[in-house]
C-alpha cells in the first residue's frame, strides 16, 4: 500500500492548487489588520457592511449590493425577485447550473420555481440555446466561466448578443459571477464592463479572492431591498457577518490585482499537462485560473503516478480525483497564490516524472 | 437640545445591559485562544464543526446536533420536518413567536406553513391552551422563556404536563431555547432534564452566551440528518461556519457557569426598579436574566431622565426606549458580564436619581 494521493498531496513541500490551507490562520491574518474597536454590523446594518456593499457596488457598477452568507441564497432570492415580477414559475440555466446539482433543489422545493435546462452538459450556454427558447422564461442565469465543464466562456461579443436578445425579449439576465473577477484578464473588460450586461449579478468572496465565505449580490436600487426580506426569510439576516466580510475585503484587496497572473500561470500549465501524452485539459486553452484536466489513465494508475510525483519531486498537482470509467479519471485545477512559489525546474522534473510514470 | 438617551449610554462608565460592545474585540479574543494550524470546516463537515456539534448534543442530552448561522433557518427547519412527516401544514406557537414577527413569514412563504397561535399576547402559552387545541397540528413550539413579554415561564411542572399531553396527542414538541441556559438556574434543572420534555430544541450562541452569531438545532439522530438538507437548500451550509464556531465555544465556556449569576443579578435589579414609583417590571420576579422595564412617563420625559442619570452618575441603565403612548413607555433589560463591574453604591445613587428625576 503506497501513500494515498490526498496524504502524498497534503504533505507535499509545492502543493499547486488555490491559495494554501483552509485553515483558522486564514482568519486571524485578516483580523490583525481589522481595527477591535469596530463595531459589529446588526443584522444588516452598520458601517462595516453598508461601506463593503457600497464598495461592492461599486466595483461592479451597480446601484447596490447585499452581503450574503452564501451565493446559494443569494442567487435563488434573485431568480425568485425576477420570477415573482415576471409573473412567471420558469427561469432557464445550465444543466450543471450550481442551482440544479449543489442545491439540493431548494430553488424548486423553496421558491416553487422551474428550471428550463439551456444547452446541454458538454457545452456553455450560447445565443442559439436563448434564441430558441420557446418557454416564456422570467430570468436566464449565465455562470461564467461554466465551472462543471472546466470553466468555459462564450466570446464577449456573444455575451453582447445575449444581452441584447433578454432585453428585446423581456428576459431578466442574472449573472452566476462566483469567478468572474478570474476571467476579466481574458475578456480584457473591466467588472463594471461586464456586469452592464446582466440585471442582476452575484460575485463570490472565497474562490479566486480567498476569503472565509461570503457572497455579494447586486443590481438595482429596488432590487436590492427587495432581496432584502427574502434574506431575512431564509435566516441569511444574521446579527453579524462581519467575519466574512472583514476577510473579503481584506483579500480582495491582496488578490484582485493578481487575476491576470493567476490566468497566465493557468495558461502555461494546461500547456505543460497537455504536452504530456495520454493527458488533456478542458479547455484546452484556460480562460480564467481554472480547467480540468483528463486522464486516459484509470483512476487507481492516476493517483498512484501523481502520489509518486508528489513523494518524488514534492509539487502535489492533484488532491483527489474523479472517476470517469471507461474514459479514464479528471479533476480540477483552479490556481492562486501557490503556483508562483513553485520552482520552475522542480514543476518540469515534475510533469517529466509525470509523463515518464503514465506510460509505464 | 440635551445628549440622546443613546449617546448618553455609549458614554456611560457604567452600562448595565449584556456583556458589553458587539465589536470586532470580541472575536479577535475568542481567535487568540484558536490554534491556527486548525482547519477550517467544509460544507458541515470536519473536525472543528463536528466536535462541536456532539459536545452540544450531549450538554442537551440529545443525540445529534447541527450548527446553523441563524436560529431562524433552524427553527423553520426544524418545524418544517415535523410537519412534513406529520402530513399537516399547521404549527402552534404564541402570537410574538419569533417566527411570527421577526422573520418576514419565511415559515409561510418559503415552507407554506399554517401558524395556530396559542395564548394571547399577554401571557406565556399554559398547558390549557394546548389542552384547547381543535386544530391537527404537527408541532408545538414553546419559548422559553417568552421574550417579547419580559422573558415569562411556565411552572416547570406545568411543562412536563404539556410534554406528556403533547406525546399523548402526538404533537411534536419543539423548544425556542433561545435563551434556555438562562434559564435553568430559576428552573433549577440541567439542560438535558428541560430538553428531554421536547423532540427538537433549538439555542442560539450569541444571547447569554455571547457569541459573535449561530445556532444549534439538536434532537434524534434521523430528524438531524433530515435537517441537513434543509440547510443546504436555505443557504446555510456555507464552506466555512468556523468563526462562528470557534466564538461559540470560546464564550459558552466562560458564561455558561454565570448564568446563576445573571439571574441573581436580574431579580435583585428588577427589585430595584420596582421600588421607583411610577416604575415596573415585567415579570415582577424575573426567571432568567432579562426582564421588561415599564415607565408610566412618557417616552420623551423617561429618555430625558434615563439620560441625565447616565450622565450624572456614569450608570446607562437604558440605551432606548419603545413608546407606549397612553401607557408612557418600556424596554428590555438583559444582564450579562456588565452588571457585576458597577459599584453597589454608584448603582444606588442612579436609582435615587431616576426616582426624583422622574418625580420632577
Given amino acids: ?34 481595527d477591535g474597536d469596530m463595531a459589529s454590523d446588526m443584522y444588516g446594518t452598520g458601517a462595516v457592511i453598508e461601506a463593503y456593499q457600497v464598495k461592492m457596488a461599486e466595483l461592479l457598477g451597480k446601484e447596490a449590493s447585499v452581503f450574503f452568507p452564501s451565493g446559494t441564497m443569494a442567487q435563488q432570492i434573485a431568480l425568485r425577485i425576477w420570477a415573482d415580477r415576471a409573473g412567471s414559475k420558469q427561469v432557464a440555466y445550465h444543466p450543471l447550473c ?63 448578443s445575449i444581452s441584447r436578445l433578454c432585453k428585446e425579449r423581456g428576459i431578466k439576465l ?13 475578456y480584457g473588460k473591466t467588472a463594471v464592463e461586464v456586469c452592464a450586461l446582466f440585471d442582476s449579478v452575484y460575485i463570490s468572496v472565497y474562490k479566486g479572492i480567498g476569503g472565509i465565505a461570503g457572497a455579494i449580490l447586486a443590481g438595482d436600487l429596488d432590487f436590492m431591498e427587495e432581496a432584502k426580506p427574502w434574506k431575512r426569510r ?52 484556460p480562460v480564467s485560473n481554472m480547467f480540468h484536466v483528463f486522464f486516459e489513465a484509470s483512476k487507481e494508475k492516476a493517483e498512484a503516478v501523481l502520489a509518486e510525483v ?42 517529466r516524472l509525470l509523463e515518464r510514470k503514465l506510460r509505464e
Wanted: aromatic share 8%; proline share 5%; net charge negative.
Fill in 1 to 34: 500500500m503506497g501513500t494515498s494521493l490526498m496524504e502524498a498531496y497534503q504533505q507535499a513541500k509545492y502543493p499547486l492548487l488555490g491559495h494554501g490551507k483552509r485553515d483558522v490562520q486564514v482568519l486571524k491574518e485578516a483580523l490583525e489588520h481589522a
Fill in 98 to 160: 450550481h442551482l440544479e446539482i449543489h442545491e439540493k433543489d431548494g430553488l424548486k422545493v423553496l421558491h416553487g420555481l422551474e428550471p428550463v435546462l439551456l444547452a446541454d452538459q458538454s457545452r456553455p450556454v450560447r445565443l442559439r440555446d436563448i434564441a430558441e427558447l420557446k418557454e416564456d422564461v422570467a430570468c436566464v442565469l449565465l455562470e461564467l466561466p461554466q465551472r462543471e465543464i472546466g470553466g468555459q466562456l462564450p466570446p464577449y461579443e456573444e455575451l453582447e
Fill in 174 to 186: 442574472h449573472l452566476d459571477g462566483a469567478r468572474l473577477f478570474e476571467v476579466l484578464p481574458y
Fill in 234 to 285: 431564509h435566516g441569511g439576516d444574521l446579527i453579524s457577518l462581519y467575519p466574512y466580510i472583514l476577510a473579503a475585503d481584506y483579500y480582495m484587496e491582496r488578490r484582485l490585482p493578481k487575476m491576470e497572473r493567476y490566468y497566465r500561470e493557468a495558461v502555461e500549465l494546461a500547456e505543460m499537462f497537455n504536452g504530456c501524452e495520454g493527458v488533456r485539459t478542458l479547455p484546452e486553452m
Fill in 310 to 351: 508528489a513523494i518524488e519531486t514534492g509539487v502535489g498537482l492533484a488532491r483527489v480525483l474523479q472517476d470517469g470509467g471507461e474514459a479514464g479519471c479528471k479533476y480540477e485545477v483552479s490556481l492562486g497564490d501557490l503556483y508562483a512559489d513553485i520552482p520552475r525546474v522542480t514543476l518540469a522534473e515534475a510533469f
